[in-house]
């Protein structure tokens, strides 16, 4: 009775089981497969007659079973745990692991081959997503690699890790000299060891810190960096490493300076005149008396005072793209003669000439922007020639253009300085160890003013000899309505 | 050179070094009536100079300045070399955090009051 119970539930679990039975003849021809399988391929138990399993196999995994399968199960009389993908009707063929052993008869020649067929779905979408995650990973990887900000990794204490192409970029040292060394050995923070031991301490609490630095790049030069330091938590929580993000931030740092540079400058520029105009003043009111040099300082001061406004609110415009021309028909030779006039009256150290044509050059162009420029060139030309000499004016006709030129024979510019010389805030060390007063706009200003006129200015110099500073204004500009 | 340095008689030199002519008068206006001699000097290698020459109680310079400038003038007169007693006092229009340590005496801020500058001359002469 139990060898009965027996064999009945053996043919329960053969029919139940959560895997495909299969077997089949040698040539393929199934013989019996269970519920499960005749489910899978859609098929009825009656419709089996003559089915070959091969039959059943997608193209690629017939010919793999012929080629493959087959004579390595005639071989070694199993096969195991391979991938084929199931035909079934009107459904998406189903990926299966198929194992399987050979049975021969007693002549010892094969009989009969017993498969076990399991279900490969979830194996396939697990391959699946391990691919995507692998794809997802070398994309990260490739970012890092790729990016211009050096990311690093680090053991808790510091020690680097990884230093990737970015860091290498940033800082010229390779990652075979970097690896095992400190990052914080690279590090100038602005507290010294001390900021050294706070940042490891934030780090071991679990916050991140964001800090600026100086970098020390393998030739020795200083990078100004911004340092992103990350703490990552191992599985107790404790530091277990970090990751760090430098990135160059020398433009702004340069920026920055500058601005610094021009504030203080500008203040300087601006309390100087003050502190006459006041001491003048002071003095006045204490005495009681009127003093012909005390109103003429405060006078001259205040114009000094007003000019520098001026010019800060011209930088403004000029910057906001709001520098607009009025406009009008305009003698450059009458206005370049009361320019030379005016300088003349300024200055004693200096023979002030005009060459040009005897009669009118006529423009449209707007006469008190143009006056400003003549203004600035020849103050320039009186300042930066301190002692003395000729300023020669000269007004050309060109034909298509008017060409304007301002020359002095003071010191001259030296040739690495002529490309910034039209630059905002620009000015030479020569003019600065001078001491001569100005904020470094005046080139600035006139430069945006003559292009806004569709005109160019440039300058010549010769070491020991002198400069000449030249604008070309168009008679007509195309597009501009009269 | 016909200075005497410390003859009683002698009256109180002061030497005011700017590159700014007009505020170096100004000082000058300011001083004269204290009883005082005013040495001008328009930049750092004069005020050196005159101090060289003139043996002032008190110099008063701008810190900007062409050659020479004022933190340098009062270091070198501050070196403990020479006329150590001299009080040297800056007059700037930059904010004193920008100024490195040169052991002046005093700082004056630009534009100035009169009595201040007037307050610091008595101060250091003594009067």
């Known amino acids: 009775v139990e060898d009965e119970l027996l064999q009945g539930s053996l043919a329960a679990l053969y029919e139940r089981a959560p895997c495909g039975y299969l077997f089949t003849r040698p040539d393929g021809t199934i013989v019996r497969a269970n519920a499960l399988f005749l489910q899978w391929v859609g098929l009825a138990r009656d419709d089996l007659g003559g089915c070959r399993f091969q039959d059943l196999l997608t193209l690629p995994g017939k010919l793999f079973y012929e080629n493959q399968y087959a004579p390595l199960l005639r071989l070694q009389g199993f096969v195991n745990a391979v991938a084929f993908d199931l035909v079934r009707a009107g459904r998406e063929p189903l990926p299966v692991l198929i194992t399987s052993i050979r049975q021969d008869d007693d002549a010892g020649q094969p009989a009969l081959v017993a498969s076990i067929v399991l279900d490969a779905t979830d194996r396939r979408s697990y391959e699946r997503e391990l691919l995507l995650a ?349 | 050179v016909t200075a005497v340095p410390f003859a009683a008689d002698a009256t109180p030199v002061v030497v005011v070094a700017d590159d700014e002519i007009h505020v170096v008068d100004v000082l000058g206006l300011l001083l004269e009536p204290l009883g005082v001699r005013v040495v001008k000097a328009y930049n750092g290698e004069q005020a050196l100079a005159a101090a060289r020459e003139h043996r002032p109680q008190l110099v008063l310079t701008n810190v900007r300045m062409p050659k020479v400038g004022g933190i340098e003038v009062c270091r070198r007169l501050k070196d403990g070399q020479g006329n150590d007693s001299v009080a040297v006092v800056l007059i700037t229009s930059l904010p004193h955090e920008d100024l490195p340590a040169c052991g002046a005496d005093d700082i004056i801020q630009k534009p100035f009051d009169s009595a201040r500058v007037e307050e610091c001359a008595r101060r250091f002469l003594g009067r």
């Open chain 1, 134 to 482: 692998r794809q997802r990973a070398e994309q990260l990887a490739a970012i890092v690699t790729e990016s211009s900000d050096a990311i690093l990794s680090l053991a808790p204490d510091g020690t680097l890790q990884t230093w990737n192409a970015g860091a290498t970029r940033l800082l010229g040292y390779a990652a075979e000299a970097m690896v095992g060394r400190k990052l914080w050995d690279l590090l100038e923070l602005p507290g010294g060891d001390a900021a050294d031991e706070a940042i490891e301490a934030t780090l071991r609490a679990g916050r991140a810190v964001q800090m600026e630095a100086v970098a020390t790049g393998a030739d020795g030069r200083r990078v100004d960096v911004s340092a992103g330091l990350t703490p990552h938590p191992g599985p107790l929580g404790e530091l277990a490493a970090i990751s760090a993000i430098l990135r160059d931030i020398g433009e702004r740092k340069a920026l920055e300076r500058q601005q610094r540079d021009f504030l203080s400058m500008v203040t300087h520029e601006l309390r100087n005149p003050l502190a006459s105009i006041r001491g003048y003043a002071q003095i006045m009111q204490r005495r009681g008396e009127y003093l012909e040099r005390g109103i003429e300082v405060i006078l001259t001061q205040s114009r000094r005072l007003e000019r520098l406004i001026g010019d800060l609110l011209d930088v403004s415009r000029v910057e906001a793209g709001q520098l607009h021309l009025r406009r009008e028909e305009t003698d450059l030779v009458a206005l370049a003669l009361s320019a030379a006039d005016q300088a003349r009256a300024l200055t004693r150290a200096h023979a002030v000439r005009f060459e040009g044509p005897g009669g009118p050059l006529l423009g449209r162009w707007d006469r008190d922007r143009l006056e400003q420029v003549f203004q600035n060139l020849l103050a320039n030309a009186m300042k930066y020639s301190p002692d003395g000499g000729a300023i020669v004016v000269r007004v050309e006709n060109q034909g298509c253009e008017a060409r304007v030129s301002v020359t002095d024979q003071g010191p001259g510019i030296p040739p690495e300085a002529l490309p910034a010389l039209f630059g905002r805030f620009f000015r030479t060390a020569e003019a600065r160890a001078s001491g001569a007063e100005g904020l470094g706009l005046g080139l600035y200003i006139s430069r945006s003013l003559i292009e806004a006129h569709g005109g160019r200015i440039w300058a010549d110099s010769t070491l020991g000899q002198g400069s000449t500073f030249t604008f070309a204004l168009p008679y007509t500009v195309l597009g501009e309505a009269s």
